[in-house]
Every structure is written in structure tokens, then in C-alpha cells.
């Protein structure tokens, strides 16, 4: 069995743990994909390379409301998939090659399970090797969940990991789920010239999202698409190209392809953690402490395999802990995971940042809501913004944040001074009055809703 001083698992955000400073060190890295993990190759990059194009179609499609004849002719799907992938492929590519060069790491292109404590083998085709190490990292991540009704179908169905390299946009897709990657997709493929109908269990598209995002999105997407809320698929019938949904109260739809889109799961289940003792909680997700370890001496885990958020810069700082706690058994680091910010890039974005209304109010808080609208401020007139708004929660007194939402332009970009305020402690007021706010910029939307809670 070969020996190495770690190993691991996973070239996403597993990848990043490893720098020169391990360069003493006989490290090995087991991908049976792509280097860079699902944000790079399927996930968070490429749908947001997707997403803006899609922005940029609609701003010529609403040109006329700012007195600008624009007409829109139509987005070439193989010329913007192909700079999407051209470039995703060729990052992959080189983090894979900078590994194989390096003088201290051995990759190994093949699907791992553990064996024992810290031992596995892997599996490299049709041979396998079995290794050991002093310690392991999982960062194997996840993968999408699939239905019953469309796993027992034998239909072709999409997901995420495969609809955006397809040659051309459907006809007419079908999206099952309503929640973030749905409705990205969605946004995607419509700006793209589909016909999109979502199908979605709960009454309203992004449930989790804050009542008054939630709300106001779906009335927007009503517009957009067409929505079946509050129903389930029952059975995929037809034949590929030419797809039967059956819902739960009987209705039939026809769609040219489904994109399956109800959540993600964790991939422990793929790598016999039984063999190792390695806990999981009941949802899949491997059980760690604040400080990345496993129950196993020698085992950590980050990123979505262990994460309860599914998010990119959770899975990012969690490498970053990880790698320093390798390095300084003795001197400890906490992963901390109060404040975590997260957007949605669709039409409009949207932005959130610690508690909801809906989760204060459960929890019995003494709270209070400020809101502004885009189309309050001089910005939101030069934009025609109608919809858009920035909802604060603080804590009734102090002043403390406890949470933010956002919906319009830039979402993503002008909830940072909130999670800047929640992470540091600064109380709404300061935020609200201390710094100048320059005008008339859009910045004036968190502002003035930080104001509106007095």
C-alpha cells in the first residue's frame, strides 16, 4: 500500500489547500473529473458567464423605455456557450496540468473510497491502487438530486452539470424546481429564445428567500414563464424531443427537454465512509467541527460534502481553515459561519444576508423592518427601475442587523457594506450616518433603507 503525508479527495476547492507550503510534504490529489469542481466546470462560473449575456439581451430588449431604438435580433447560443466553455476548459485544464507538474504532488484520475480510517483505494479505470495517509481532506462535493418519476422514466432529462454545453436552446423547457438554480437556468435559456414552464412544489419561486423576495419575484416570473406552483411530477411520458410531464392534479405538459433542477446532495455516499467511521448527518452531509475535522483523527472535510450552505466562498474559506489547521495542529482556526451572504442571477438579482422576516418572526424577535425602493431614488429613475428594493431587519434598540434583501441591479454588489456591518458589529445607525454615501449612486437604496428603520 502506498504512503503518502496527505491525501485529497476532490479538485475543487480541494485543490486550494494545497500551496508551496505543503511543498515538504508527499501530497496526493484524487479527481475522477475535472479539476476545479462543480463552480468552475458546472456550477457558479459558467452560469454566470451565461447569465450576463442574458442580462445584456434583455437591457436591448427594454431599450425603447430610455428612448433608444434597439432591436433584438437574438443571442447566438453556440458562439456564447462556446466562449463560456472555452475558457472554463482551459482553467480546468491548466489547474490539472500544474499538478502534474509540481514536484511534490501525484494526482490520481480516478474515484476514491475508503478502506479504512486513512486508507483508501482507488479506482483508475480497470486498475486500482490502494494508498494510506497520515491525513485526508474530503472535498468531494455533491451532485444534483433526480426524482423517482424521472430516474424510473429511462427519458433523457438534463441538469445542470450537463443543459449549459448543449448545441442549441430548447424549443420549449420544461424546469422542475423552483429554486436558485432553477431559476437562473430559466432566465438563461429564456433570454436565449426558450419557451420556459417551471414546475415547482411550494406556492412561490425561492421559498427560502426572504417573504417579500419571494413574493415579489414570483408575481415577476408569472410574466416571464409559465408556472405550475403548488404541484408535483407524477410521470415523464413521451419520447425524447417530445416529453409528457403529469402532474399531481393531472394536468399534461409538453416540453422538447427537462431540466431537472429540485437541489443537490451530498457525493458521501460514493466513498464508503462506513469503513472509516466517519459520521454523516442524516441529510448526507459529513459531520464536522468548527475547526473542519471529522470524528477520525487525521480526516477533514469542506465544501458542499459537509457544508450547510452550498455556496463557493463557504467552500473557499473552509479551505483556507483546513489548510492552516494541517499545517498548525497547535494553533487552531474556527470556521465561522454567522454571516453568509448569498445572490441569486436572474432578472432581477437578488441578494441576502443573515435572517429573513418570516425566520425573526418565528423566533419570536423584537424587530424592525426598513425598506427603499430603486425607483425611490434619483438613480432608480435614471434606470426606470420599478421593481427593485432593499429591505433591511434590525434589532428593535440597538440597532443590530439581523438581516438583509435585495432585488434589482447589482443586488449581488450592494449587499457587501451589509455583510460588512453584520461581520464587524456595526449597528444600523452608525452604517447609516457615519460614512458619506455618494449621490446619486445606487448605493442610496441601502442607505435610505437603513434610515427607514427609524
Given at each position: 500500500?502506498?504512503h503518502h503525508?496527505?491525501?485529497v479527495?476532490?479538485?475543487g476547492s480541494?485543490?486550494?489547500?494545497v500551496d508551496d507550503?505543503f511543498?515538504?510534504l508527499?501530497?496526493?490529489?484524487?479527481?475522477?473529473?475535472?479539476?476545479g469542481g462543480?463552480c468552475?466546470?458546472v456550477g457558479?462560473?459558467?452560469?454566470?458567464?451565461?447569465?450576463?449575456?442574458?442580462?445584456?439581451?434583455?437591457?436591448?430588449?427594454?431599450?425603447?423605455?430610455?428612448?433608444?431604438?434597439?432591436?433584438?435580433?437574438?443571442m447566438r447560443w453556440?458562439?456564447v456557450?462556446?466562449?463560456?466553455?472555452?475558457r472554463v476548459d482551459a482553467?480546468s485544464?491548466?489547474?490539472?496540468a500544474?499538478r502534474?507538474?509540481?514536484?511534490?504532488?501525484?494526482?490520481?484520475s480516478?474515484?476514491?473510497?475508503?478502506?479504512g480510517?486513512?486508507?483508501?483505494q482507488i479506482?483508475?479505470g480497470?486498475?486500482?491502487v490502494?494508498?494510506?495517509?497520515?491525513?485526508?481532506?474530503?472535498a468531494a462535493?455533491?451532485?444534483?438530486?433526480?426524482?423517482p418519476?424521472?430516474?424510473e422514466?429511462?427519458l433523457?432529462?438534463?441538469?445542470?452539470?450537463?443543459?449549459m454545453?448543449?448545441?442549441?436552446?430548447?424549443?420549449r423547457l420544461?424546469?422542475l424546481g423552483?429554486?436558485y438554480?432553477?431559476a437562473?437556468?430559466?432566465?438563461v435559456?429564456?433570454?436565449?429564445g426558450?419557451?420556459?414552464?417551471?414546475i415547482?412544489q411550494?406556492?412561490?419561486?425561492?421559498?427560502?428567500?426572504?417573504?417579500?423576495?419571494?413574493?415579489?419575484f414570483?408575481?415577476?416570473a408569472?410574466?416571464?414563464?409559465?408556472?405550475?406552483l403548488g404541484r408535483e411530477?407524477?410521470?415523464?411520458?413521451?419520447?425524447?424531443?417530445?416529453?409528457r410531464l403529469?402532474?399531481?392534479d393531472g394536468?399534461?405538459l409538453?416540453a422538447?427537454t427537462l431540466?431537472?433542477?429540485?437541489?443537490r446532495t451530498?457525493n458521501?455516499?460514493r466513498?464508503d465512509?462506513?469503513?472509516?467511521?466517519?459520521s454523516t448527518?442524516?441529510?448526507?452531509r459529513i459531520?464536522v467541527?468548527e475547526?473542519?475535522?471529522?470524528?477520525?483523527?487525521?480526516?477533514?472535510a469542506?465544501g458542499?460534502?459537509?457544508?450547510p450552505?452550498?455556496?463557493k466562498?463557504?467552500?473557499?474559506?473552509?479551505?483556507e481553515?483546513?489548510?492552516?489547521?494541517?499545517l498548525?495542529?497547535?494553533?487552531l482556526i474556527?470556521?465561522?459561519?454567522?454571516v453568509v451572504p448569498a445572490?441569486v442571477f436572474?432578472?432581477p438579482?437578488?441578494?441576502a444576508?443573515?435572517a429573513t422576516e418570516?425566520e425573526?418572526?418565528?423566533?419570536g424577535?423584537?424587530?424592525v423592518?426598513g425598506?427603499?425602493?430603486?425607483?425611490d431614488l434619483?438613480?432608480?429613475w435614471a434606470?426606470e427601475?420599478g421593481?427593485?428594493f432593499?429591505k433591511v431587519l434590525?434589532?428593535q434598540g440597538?440597532?443590530?442587523?439581523?438581516?438583509?434583501?435585495l432585488?434589482g441591479?447589482?443586488?449581488a454588489?450592494l449587499?457587501?457594506?451589509?455583510?460588512l456591518?453584520?461581520?464587524l458589529?456595526?449597528?444600523?445607525?452608525t452604517?447609516a450616518?457615519r460614512?458619506y454615501?455618494i449621490?446619486?449612486?445606487l448605493?442610496?437604496?441601502v442607505?435610505n433603507a437603513?434610515l427607514?428603520?427609524?
Amino acid at each position: 500500500m502506498r504512503h503518502h503525508d496527505m491525501v485529497v479527495i476532490g479538485a475543487g476547492s480541494g485543490n486550494m489547500v494545497v500551496d508551496d507550503s505543503f511543498a515538504g510534504l508527499d501530497v496526493a490529489i484524487v479527481e475522477e473529473d475535472a479539476f476545479g469542481g462543480t463552480c468552475l466546470n458546472v456550477g457558479c462560473i459558467p452560469s454566470k458567464m451565461l447569465a450576463y449575456p442574458a442580462e445584456v439581451a434583455e437591457v436591448v430588449r427594454g431599450a425603447g423605455a430610455f428612448g433608444v431604438d434597439a432591436t433584438l435580433r437574438g443571442m447566438r447560443w453556440t458562439d456564447v456557450r462556446d466562449r463560456v466553455f472555452d475558457r472554463v476548459d482551459a482553467e480546468s485544464a491548466e489547474g490539472r496540468a500544474g499538478r502534474e507538474d509540481s514536484d511534490f504532488v501525484t494526482v490520481y484520475s480516478g474515484h476514491a473510497r475508503f478502506i479504512g480510517p486513512r486508507s483508501l483505494q482507488i479506482e483508475l479505470g480497470a486498475e486500482s491502487v490502494a494508498v494510506e495517509a497520515d491525513q485526508i481532506v474530503i472535498a468531494a462535493g455533491g451532485r444534483p438530486m433526480v426524482p423517482p418519476p424521472v430516474l424510473e422514466s429511462g427519458l433523457p432529462f438534463e441538469t445542470s452539470d450537463s443543459i449549459m454545453r448543449i448545441d442549441a436552446p430548447p424549443r420549449r423547457l420544461a424546469v422542475l424546481g423552483g429554486g436558485y438554480i432553477a431559476a437562473e437556468l430559466a432566465e438563461v435559456f429564456a433570454a436565449a429564445g426558450s419557451e420556459v414552464v417551471i414546475i415547482e412544489q411550494a406556492e412561490q419561486l425561492l421559498g427560502p428567500q426572504d417573504e417579500s423576495i419571494a413574493g415579489e419575484f414570483t408575481e415577476l416570473a408569472r410574466h416571464r414563464f409559465e408556472l405550475h406552483l403548488g404541484r408535483e411530477l407524477t410521470r415523464l411520458e413521451g419520447v425524447a424531443g417530445a416529453l409528457r410531464l403529469v402532474l399531481d392534479d393531472g394536468t399534461t405538459l409538453a416540453a422538447d427537454t427537462l431540466l431537472v433542477a429540485v437541489g443537490r446532495t451530498p457525493n458521501s455516499d460514493r466513498l464508503d465512509l462506513g469503513a472509516a467511521d466517519i459520521s454523516t448527518y442524516d441529510d448526507g452531509r459529513i459531520v464536522v467541527d468548527e475547526y473542519q475535522r471529522t470524528d477520525v483523527e487525521g480526516v477533514f472535510a469542506l465544501g458542499d460534502i459537509c457544508a450547510p450552505y452550498q455556496l463557493k466562498h463557504v467552500a473557499n474559506r473552509q479551505a483556507e481553515v483546513v489548510a492552516h489547521n494541517l499545517l498548525h495542529p497547535d494553533d487552531l482556526i474556527a470556521t465561522d459561519l454567522d454571516v453568509v451572504p448569498a445572490a441569486v442571477f436572474t432578472n432581477p438579482q437578488i441578494a441576502a444576508v443573515g435572517a429573513t422576516e418570516q425566520e425573526c418572526r418565528e423566533d419570536g424577535r423584537d424587530y424592525v423592518v426598513g425598506t427603499t425602493r430603486y425607483a425611490d431614488l434619483a438613480y432608480g429613475w435614471a434606470m426606470e427601475d420599478g421593481t427593485g428594493f432593499c429591505k433591511v431587519l434590525a434589532e428593535q434598540g440597538s440597532g443590530r442587523l439581523l438581516g438583509a434583501h435585495l432585488m434589482g441591479p447589482q443586488a449581488a454588489t450592494l449587499i457587501q457594506p451589509l455583510v460588512l456591518a453584520m461581520t464587524l458589529g456595526i449597528d444600523a445607525r452608525t452604517l447609516a450616518k457615519r460614512p458619506y454615501w455618494i449621490h446619486p449612486a445606487l448605493t442610496e437604496v441601502v442607505s435610505n433603507a437603513l434610515l427607514a428603520l427609524d
